[in-house]
T-cell receptor, first 114, second 115 residues
């Protein structure tokens, strides 16, 4: 069975600080990796995804993530956060076939202080 | 706005009752999946429907069942409700069956409280 671990449940940063949210997964085979974001009062939406190819993927709103296969990690980064980045962030993995759905981590609640 | 709409947005049931939640998928999307999100947790995969058939299921008991209709809308039914079924239920749709062929679009969810 797959599992996803997000290291920090709550993160508080000041505007313009750099962000890195950790995500590790356990699954030995081919994986697809995702970061989803949920802004206050809104639905879950996709930030970025990795299927294959370049392990450094860029998403919306200046976010990027790096897939490190040897470390089973897919950390999310942003060089300079804004107050509008305050949200819940979820890392998720699928085995690629699609029929088993996404396995999500517990989420990281990010608060950006102005 | 994703185009995935869910109803009702909130509901309260008592233990032992049955509930039906509804989802209208985004136009052109033929695959619908359902997730349960308990408070403070990430979403958990319940099952997926593709062309009106269940083609994937997570670790949920048979009292969680579903339907997909010819217009690709979907229902989630939960029988014999338990207190632990209290959660936000999310519907998500995408264009094709495989997760590597399309982005998953989520609705805003139905919040179920079981008393």
């Amino acid at each position: 069975a797959q599992s996803v671990s997000q290291h920090n449940h709550h993160v508080i940063l000041s505007e313009a600080a750099s962000l890195e949210l950790g995500c590790n997964y356990s699954y030995g085979g081919t994986v697809n990796l995702f970061w989803y974001v949920q802004y206050p009062g809104q639905h879950l939406q996709l930030l970025l995804k990795y299927f294959s190819g370049d392990p450094l993927v860029k998403g919306i709103k200046g976010f990027e993530a790096e897939f490190i296969k040897s470390k089973f990690s897919f950390n999310l980064r942003k060089p300079s956060v804004q107050w509008s980045d305050t949200a819940e962030y979820f890392c998720a993995v699928s085995s690629g076939g699609g029929a088993d759905g996404l396995t999500f981590g517990k989420g990281t609640h990010l608060i950006i202080q102005p | 706005e994703t185009g995935v709409t869910q109803s009702p947005t909130h509901l309260i049931k008592t233990r032992g009752q049955q509930v039906t939640l509804r989802c209208s998928s985004q136009s052109g999307h033929n695959t619908v999946s359902w997730y349960q999100q308990a408070l403070g947790q990430g979403p958990q995969f319940i099952f997926q429907y593709y062309r009106e058939e269940e083609n994937g299921r997570g670790n949920f008991p048979p009292r969680f069942s579903g339907l997909q209709f010819p217009n690709y809308s979907s229902e989630l039914n939960v029988n014999a409700l338990e207190l632990d079924d209290s959660a936000l239920y999310l519907c998500a749709s995408r264009r094709e069956r495989g997760l590597n062929t399309g982005e998953l679009f989520f609705g805003e969810g139905s919040r179920l409280t079981v008393l």
